[in-house]
């Protein structure tokens, strides 16, 4: 079995933050934005939590397209590989990625080496930011509810 040296694992572990913190920015940018409304969100109270969940759904396929490329980039600079159903194509990235964020974890494609370490760290973001996105939308749930369109 190949045995992986030093660099490989910085490299490796460069393309794990470097997908956590992108991610992380994203998701920071977009509910701030959301917190800090709009005009017409704010004459129209219930459209500002229909505005949040559509905006927060769009976060989240953003930062899986991140973590999909880091991804193609591991798989590239040979920091493991994904096998099972898996031909190599942006949707078979897509696809995982979306798995292993969602912490679903269907297991049709599974990482091995140590790409595994990504596809952890992957779920681990993504169940605290979809948590984030979660509280987010309960405190404008609290903030709407109850107040007249």
């Known amino acids: 079995m190949y045995e992986h040296t030093f660099i490989e694992h910085v490299g490796n572990f460069s393309v794990i933050c470097l997908a956590v913190i992108l991610a992380t920015a994203v998701h920071y940018a977009v509910l701030k934005r959301l917190n800090a409304g709009g005009r017409f969100i704010e004459r129209y109270p219930r459209w500002r939590l229909l ?3 559509v905006m927060s759904l769009i976060a989240h396929v953003i930062e899986i397209a991140i973590f999909a490329a880091a991804y193609g980039i591991s798989t590239v600079s040979e920091f493991g590989y994904l096998e099972g159903s898996f031909s190599g194509s942006i949707a078979d990235y897509l696809y995982f990625s979306f798995a292993a964020f969602t912490t679903v974890g269907f297991g049709d494609i599974v ?3 140590p ?3 990504l596809a ?3 779920a681990l973001t993504g169940f605290v930011l979809i948590t984030w996105t979660a509280s987010y939308l309960y405190i404008e749930m609290s903030r709407t509810w ?3 369109d």
């Open 51 to 53: 505005y949040g969940v």
């Open 115 to 117: 790409l595994r370490l």
């Open 111 to 113: 990482p091995l080496g």
């Open 120 to 122: 952890g760290m992957e």
């Open 146 to 148: 109850g107040v007249e």
